[in-house]
């Protein structure tokens, strides 16, 4: 089974740059053929995609309101991926999640694996 944990989260100035991993810490393996993808949920607001990757040849999905500033990477060894998150805004405050599926979707609704969240706020 594959358990993913988030981590990296944290309070930023505006402009300041947080670099977020998503471990996997159960003993399952990530298929090749899944999808890995960031979202966020910013304070009273619903769940909204920001990025994913194919495990499988790479490609990748960014939302508008993050492309140029955010770069979501596979990882290595127990880490399963990162999201590298550059010129922060207060609009970038929410928590991040990390999921698992096996859609090619920016729809949360199709992800069935998710992690517990890290926070991540800036100032402004």
């Known amino acids: 089974q594959v358990q993913l944990v988030e981590s990296g989260g944290g309070s930023v100035q505006a402009g300041g740059s947080l670099r977020l991993s998503c471990a996997n810490s159960?003993?399952?393996?990530?298929?090749?053929?899944?999808?890995m993808a960031w979202f966020r949920q910013p304070p009273g607001k619903e769940r909204e995609f920001v990025a994913l990757?194919?495990?499988?040849?790479?490609?990748?999905i960014y939302a508008e309101s993050v492309k140029g500033r955010f770069t979501i990477t596979k990882g290595d060894g127990r880490n399963a991926m990162y999201l590298q998150m550059n010129s922060l805004k207060a609009g970038d405050t929410a928590v991040y999640y990390c999921?698992?599926?096996?859609?090619?979707?920016?729809?949360?609704?199709?992800?069935?694996?998710w992690g517990q969240g890290t926070q991540v706020t800036v100032a402004s």
């Open positions: 990757i194919r495990w499988r040849g790479g490609s990748i």
């Open positions: 159960g003993p399952g393996r990530i298929l090749s053929s899944s999808i």
């Open positions: 999921a698992i599926g096996s859609q090619y979707t920016t729809d949360p609704s199709q992800y069935g694996n």
